[in-house]
Structure formats: structure tokens, C-alpha cells
């Protein structure tokens, strides 16, 4: 499986890791894990240094519509993305450009630099929700 992660809970945070080719599907299958799992709140260092993204146009627009649908009614907490080839740069603009949500996000190099920024900003999360999410029956 080409992304791994781990959630602390009492960091509130997901730590991924990225190897080899990440298509849609494995995007799609991490981000329906971190909703089913209620941590898309929480900030997340994602290590794309040793990731080889392969999307489409069309796989962003699909990306795009299914984190429209998650930020309706779940918050999003910040992302750190540590990637330094031309790939990852591209891969991690590309994502953040249809993201529609506001919270903050940067690349770095190194994983030291982006654990030291997800602390300065930890409780930055955003909350585009315009209803409360209920539970069924609840």
C-alpha cells in the first residue's frame, strides 16, 4: 500500500507516509479512513519524499468534488507536506488549489521543520460547515 499512517490522538495528529505511486484511488481510500476515523481535524505531517503522485486532470476535479464534500461537514486541520522534488511541489499545489478548505498548509523539506510549523498553528482549524454534523438518529 502506497500511504501509511498513524493517528496520535494526544497530539492530534496523522503522521503519512507516501511511497511509490499514489493514484486517486489510494487518495480516496486515505481520506475515507481519516473521515471514518474523525481525525480530518487534526493536523497532518504527510512525508511525500519518497512518493511518486500520479494524477489526472480529471483525477484532481474528482479530488476536488470528494473534499467539497467532506469540508461540508467535517473540519479540517492543518497540512505539512515534506517533499522537495519537482513532483511532490507540483503534486501538493495541485491538492491545496482544489482543496476548498482555508486551513493552513505548507511544503518543507525536512520533517523537523514541518513538526515545529503544525505546532505553531495546531489550532488553526477551518470550519466551513454551515449546519452541525449529526449523527444518524442522533
Known amino acids: 500500500m502506497p500511504l501509511k499512517w498513524e493517528i496520535f490522538h494526544d497530539e492530534k495528529l496523522v503522521h503519512i507516509i507516501a511511497e511509490g ?17 474523525d481525525v480530518l481535524q487534526y493536523g497532518k505531517l504527510f512525508d511525500a519524499t519518497k512518493a511518486d503522485p500520479i494524477y489526472t486532470d480529471e483525477d484532481v476535479m474528482t479530488m476536488g468534488a470528494r473534499l467539497s464534500a467532506y469540508t461540508a461537514t467535517l473540519k479540517s486541520g492543518p497540512l505539512a507536506v515534506v517533499g522537495f522534488d519537482e513532483k511532490a511541489r507540483n503534486a501538493f499545489r495541485r491538492f491545496v488549489n482544489i482543496s476548498p478548505a482555508k486551513r493552513p498548509a505548507r511544503l518543507f523539506k525536512t520533517e523537523a521543520e514541518a513538526r515545529a510549523w503544525l505546532r505553531t498553528v495546531a489550532d488553526q482549524i477551518d470550519d466551513q460547515r454551515t449546519q452541525p454534523f449529526h449523527a444518524p438518529g442522533g
Do not use: I
Open 21 to 37: 505511486r499514489v493514484t486517486l484511488p489510494e487518495m480516496e481510500e486515505h481520506f475515507d479512513a481519516l473521515a471514518v476515523a
